[in-house]
């Protein structure tokens, strides 16, 4: 079992930068995926970047590619999501997760089995 708790959400205006972060309660071990999702009002859940604890492959999804940026500390089990140039667009309930025993550095390919509790972000025009 894992406990995640995310900080660093807020409200900010468009063109802005915030950066999430997430720390695990325990070590992280190799073949873990961890990442970044997102639910907007009334829309469905979207992986918004992933990485991969053995090697830091990563991967974005297409409407934040260029813009963010997913990273690991693997000695404070903890990883963050840099997010620039925010549009209102980006505006939901930001969520990190993992997902251990990723045989392989797809992470797109897996559904995550530990959740933190959510942080909001908040874009402004």
């Known amino acids: 079992q894992v406990e995640l708790t995310e900080s660093g959400g807020g409200s900010v205006e468009t063109g802005g930068s915030l950066r999430l972060r997430c720390d695990a309660s325990?070590?992280?071990?190799?073949?873990?995926?961890v990442g970044w999702y997102r639910r907007a009002p009334g829309k469905g859940r979207e992986r918004v970047a992933t990485?991969?604890?053995?090697?830091?492959?990563?991967d974005y999804a297409d409407s934040v590619k260029g813009r963010f940026i997913i990273s690991r500390d693997s000695v404070r089990n903890t990883w963050y999501l840099q997010m620039n140039n925010l549009k209102p667009e980006d505006t939901a309930m930001y969520y990190c997760?993992?997902?251990?025993?990723?045989?392989?550095?797809?992470?797109?390919?897996?559904?995550?089995?530990?959740w933190g509790q959510g942080t909001q972000v908040t874009v402004s025009e």
């Open positions: 997760a993992a997902t251990t025993f990723a045989s392989e550095p797809r992470c797109d390919r897996y559904q995550p089995n530990f």
């Open positions: 325990r070590l992280i071990y190799t073949r873990t995926c």
């Open positions: 990485i991969y604890w053995t090697d830091g492959s990563t």
